[in-house]
């Protein structure tokens, strides 16, 4: 009962965090203005994500604009595109295949080593997908640092953190996390002879050699 309970939270871990990497892609705010200059007018943020930028004004009023071109965007944008559309096409694919490999499930079989393999296998998807979105995540970030630190960089065109690049290390962390728990139900060799121990009176009793007169 256990072992099935570890499968259930590890596949809500793992919806939740992959719920979170695709609210993450579609969010604007990978990216905002920064404030760190006296001179800079804050009566407008500018957010960027990876597939709009928009600018907020004081009044309350929001404007997007997706991007023209995918081909002239920076590098590290298309990678992040890719690195999130791959996590996203992950997740239920990997939900599909741990969901028949539940103990509470009777699709995928009645051999419980079997279905033991496919949910360790969904497991192992969300793990990709997971990882895939941290890496994205860390890569874009790490950009965001460079820029702002980086001196030859205007101070009006320097960014800092947005929220979506939160969820998105959120997300990363709950997917790794609910896929390391489904990956713990690989069966282990050498483990089936204890599923179904040997009754003492079941047991076949050795030749007596005692002699009766």
Not at 2 to 28: D, E, I, N, R, T
Not at 107 to 112: E, N
Not at 138 to 167: M, Q
Request: one cysteine or more; aromatic letters at 8%.
């Amino acid at each position: 009962m256990a072992h099935g309970g570890l499968q259930v939270l590890g596949l809500v871990l793992s919806l939740a965090g992959w719920g979170a990497l695709v609210a993450a892609a579609v969010l604007p705010q990978w990216q905002m203005s920064s404030f760190a200059g006296d001179t800079i007018i804050t009566a407008v943020v500018t957010y960027q994500g990876l597939w709009m930028s928009c600018a907020s004004q004081s009044t309350g009023q929001l404007q997007c604009k997706s991007y023209d071109s995918i081909l002239a965007l920076p590098g590290y944008i298309q990678v992040t595109r890719a690195l999130m559309v791959v996590a996203g096409v992950l997740g239920p694919l990997a939900m599909g295949v741990a969901v028949m490999g539940m103990k509470c499930t009777r699709c995928g079989g009645d051999d419980p080593r079997r279905k033991a393999g496919m949910a360790a296998a969904g497991g192992g998807l969300f793990l990709l997908s997971g990882l895939a979105g941290l890496i994205a995540c860390s890569w874009y970030g790490h950009r965001i640092v460079t820029n702002f630190y980086d001196p030859t960089v205007p101070v009006n065109f320097k960014f800092e953190f947005g929220a979506a690049i939160f969820v998105g290390w959120g997300g990363a962390a709950l997917a790794l996390l609910g896929g390391a728990m489904l990956a713990c139900s690989c069966p282990r060799r050498g483990g089936h002879g204890r599923a179904y121990p040997r009754s003492k009176a079941a047991s076949p009793q050795p030749p007596s050699n005692r002699e009766y007169v």
